[in-house]
């Protein structure tokens, strides 16, 4: 199913509510969404060029999409706000950069560039990752819950 002309039909209009669903999901589930499922839903299923999914994939990601799950995570204590901000400031100037780069290239090399990439992510994942136990839950970011009194 290919979105034509910009056509906000009822069909366009479910497919993107599922796409969004399911990488809100993913998202919340392993922290993944925006431009390993978003991206290539919008490539695959609504007929997108693959510079039109990225950018529609960052516009959806400049909101706060994430908010509720990021609000569970650091109730929980896994969320480090110092480690957030520094990214997210490093996140900027690189977004920066990086569209400047995919916008001088052709699409189909764009294209390309992110399928080698996952591919490269995802043969890491599953063939080169040592086993290792996960980190304890952030110190400091535990300590900025409200403790219960009584016990």
Same mark, same amino acid.
């Given at each position: 199913?290919?979105?034509?002309?910009? &056509?906000?039909?009822?069909?366009?209009?479910?497919?993107?509510?599922?796409? =969004?669903?399911?990488? =809100?999901?993913?998202?919340?589930? %392993?922290?993944? =969404?925006?431009?390993?499922?978003?991206?290539?839903?919008?490539?695959?299923?609504?007929?997108?060029? &693959?510079?039109?999914?990225?950018?529609?994939?960052?516009?959806?990601?400049?909101?706060?999409? =994430?908010?509720?799950?990021?609000?569970?995570? @650091?109730? &929980?204590?896994?969320?480090?706000?110092? @480690?957030?901000?520094?990214?997210?400031?490093?996140?900027?100037?690189?977004?920066?950069?990086?569209?400047?780069?995919?916008?001088?290239?052709?699409?189909?090399?764009?294209?390309?560039?992110?399928?080698?990439?996952?591919?490269?992510?995802?043969?890491?994942?599953?063939?080169?990752?040592?086993?290792?136990?996960?980190?304890?839950?952030?110190?400091?970011?535990?300590?900025?819950? %409200?403790? &219960?009194?009584?016990?």
């Amino acid at each position: 199913m290919a979105i034509k002309n910009n &056509q906000m039909t009822a069909t366009t209009i479910v497919l993107l509510i599922v796409i =969004g669903l399911a990488a =809100g999901f993913l998202s919340g589930l %392993i922290g993944i =969404g925006g431009g390993v499922i978003i991206v290539p839903a919008l490539v695959l299923l609504a007929g997108f060029s &693959q510079k039109l999914a990225q950018g529609t994939s960052l516009g959806i990601l400049l909101l706060p999409v =994430g908010i509720l799950a990021v609000i569970q995570y @650091y109730k &929980q204590g896994y969320l480090n706000i110092h @480690y957030v901000g520094i990214t997210a400031i490093a996140f900027v100037l690189g977004g920066f950069l990086g569209s400047k780069l995919a916008l001088s290239m052709s699409d189909e090399k764009v294209k390309k560039a992110f399928a080698i990439i996952l591919m490269l992510i995802a043969l890491k994942m599953l063939f080169f990752d040592k086993g290792k136990p996960a980190p304890a839950k952030d110190p400091a970011a535990s300590s900025t819950k %409200i403790e &219960q009194s009584g016990n």
